[in-house]
């Protein structure tokens, strides 16, 4: 249950329509200009966004092996990147076009490096075997 609680609340502020609060509060803009201004920190925002969601829906999903449980996060992952920016884009009473098609591309980009690295940090290895005969045939000399 507390996987998913987390999970929810990661969702619920990746989908909150930034753009809009960006609208209605100057304070609030002040702070996105002076630490979002730039493109790049832009571009690593929204991968570090999207590769923790990522890992957070692996994580959620309880670890699910081979690659149903990567189709899955993906398949999760890659909607809510055309929800938030289509969202920004309906809040900011604009067309969705390139500029939200490429932060889709980064949003799967960031999903995909999530992905790999809870792939490596979360799934459980099997421990190297000893074979159950220890003789010399087994052993190189």
């Keep these: 249950m507390l996987r998913w609680l987390i999970?929810?609340?990661w969702l619920?502020?990746?989908?909150?329509?930034?753009t809009w609060l960006r609208?209605?509060?100057?304070?609030?803009?002040l702070l996105v200009?002076?630490?979002?201004?730039?493109?790049?920190v832009h571009v690593v925002g929204h991968l570090l966004l999207y590769a923790t969601l990522a890992c957070l829906i692996?994580?959620?999903?309880?670890?699910?092996?081979?690659?149903?449980?990567?189709?899955?996060?993906?398949?999760f992952a890659f909607?809510?990147?055309?929800?938030?920016?289509?969202?920004?884009?309906?809040f900011r009473r604009g067309a969705f076009g390139g500029p939200e098609l490429f932060d889709v591309l980064?949003?799967?980009?960031?999903?995909l490096i999530g992905l790999v690295l809870a792939r490596l940090l979360f799934s459980e290895?099997?421990?190297?075997g000893i074979p159950r005969k220890a003789n010399r045939a087994n052993f190189p000399t």
């Excluded at 909607?79 to 309906?90: N, T």
């Design 79 to 90: 909607p809510v990147g055309f929800m938030q920016e289509g969202l920004q884009s309906f």
């Design 106 to 111: 980064v949003d799967l980009t960031g999903a």
């Design 125 to 128: 290895r099997k421990p190297a």
């Design 7 to 9: 999970f929810l609340f």
């Design 58 to 75: 692996w994580w959620a999903l309880r670890r699910r092996p081979g690659w149903l449980g990567s189709a899955a996060t993906l398949a």
């Design 12 to 18: 619920s502020g990746t989908i909150f329509p930034y």
């Design 33 to 40: 200009d002076t630490f979002f201004g730039a493109e790049w």
């Design 23 to 29: 609208r209605e509060s100057s304070r609030f803009r």
